[in-house]
């Protein structure tokens, strides 16, 4: 049955409405559109992100079923197991990460700076697994042990990516909506960095049960664009389900995986190229492993006259700086030759 966004348990979490603020300088060195920035990096839990606002709904439910502690999973830097574990200290939620050493050849203090650091500082219990098993299915079997155990684990999925968190973007798009009618936008498109698939499907879900027809551009992290289109589907579908009785049709899920690089958590030249742009024209920072591969698809696209020059172009920023320190080397040889 379809209910309404406000009829589901939510904690609070996140600073909202985030801000969403004109790029001008941005703008002109792309030569148009008018490009806008939704700062979903100032979601305000340790550093912000886009987890902050899944975690909303994903913590409210641990609660309802009496949990004490929270399982998750993610890559090495996953900025979603250190939202995770912030959330789970404000709530007095004990938690469990398994860390996926997912991206190879990094630098030396990889698995202890940044995200790591700070899943450490919130108490975070850690365990590293190799590249290349099924995460969900290995976090899932250690939550099944704790609770043998006699704890009372509540399981959160890779990027807080199900049709619980995806209620966050919902949020989100809803919350976009008012600021584009605020603003008197004449949106053209959003774009977002797409990798386990939650904020894309909760947007659109959320876009969709609203009644807008505003496109959005997901720019692969990871995967190939049929596979990513399929599971961004999938979400989005499920997601809608519980909002709306229209289903949501799979051409609305549109991706671009031209941008990926060598793969997961592995940024290209011009992945550390956007980075470096958007720093200097705006002040802001981009990650290597999310934000900024979305923001080299929105250059690249730009570049290729795709959106309507007398359009406004909203890239939604996901937050991930946290993971700069990890990549230090590679940022400051870059920047210092840009
Ligand atoms: C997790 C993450 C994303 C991708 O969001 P998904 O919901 O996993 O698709 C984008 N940007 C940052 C910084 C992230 O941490």
């Known amino acids: ?129 190799p590249a290349g098993l099924d995460m969900n299915a290995e976090a899932l079997a250690v939550t099944e042990k704790l609770a043998a155990a006699g704890r009372k684990p509540y399981f959160i999925p890779g990027g807080g990516s199900n049709e619980i968190g995806a209620l966050g973007y919902v949020s989100c798009a809803y919350e976009l909506l008012d600021q584009i009618k605020a603003n008197d936008l004449d949106v053209g498109w959003i774009v977002l960095a797409t990798g386990s698939t939650g904020t894309h499907a909760g947007m659109l879900a959320g876009l969709h049960a609203a009644g807008s027809t505003i496109p959005v551009m997901g720019i692969s992290v990871r995967q190939p664009e049929d596979k990513q289109i399929a599971a961004v589907h999938k979400l989005a579908v499920l997601t809608a389900s519980q909002l709306t009785d229209t289903p949501i049709g799979v051409e609305k899920v549109i991706v671009d995986d031209g941008y990926v690089g060598a793969g997961y958590g592995q940024p290209a030249q011009g992945t550390l190229d956007a980075i470096n742009l958007i720093a200097r024209r705006e002040g802001l920072l981009f990650d290597p492993v999310y934000s900024g591969k979305g923001l080299a698809g929105m250059i690249g696209l730009a570049g290729q006259n795709f959106f309507e020059s007398d359009k406004d172009v909203i890239f939604l920023h996901t937050g991930g700086a946290a993971a700069l320190f990890a990549y230090g080397n590679q940022l400051a040889e870059n920047a210092a030759n840009g």
């Open 1 to 129: 049955m379809a209910k309404k966004l406000s009829e589901f348990p939510s904690v609070p979490l996140c600073h909202q409405p985030t801000p969403l603020e004109f790029m001008p300088r941005m703008s002109e060195s792309l030569g148009g559109p008018r490009l806008w920035i939704k700062r979903d990096d100032c979601t305000g839990l340790a550093t912000g992100g886009n987890k902050t606002r899944k975690l909303e709904f994903l913590i409210a439910d641990a609660i309802e079923k009496g949990a004490d502690m929270l399982v998750t999973q993610g890559a090495v830097q996953s900025n979603h197991v250190r939202q995770t574990a912030a959330a789970a200290c404000k709530f007095g939620l004990d938690c469990h990460a398994l860390l996926e050493r997912r991206v190879p050849g990094r630098e030396d203090d990889y698995e202890t700076t940044g995200n790591v650091l700070f899943d450490q500082m919130f108490g975070t219990s850690l365990e590293f697994r």
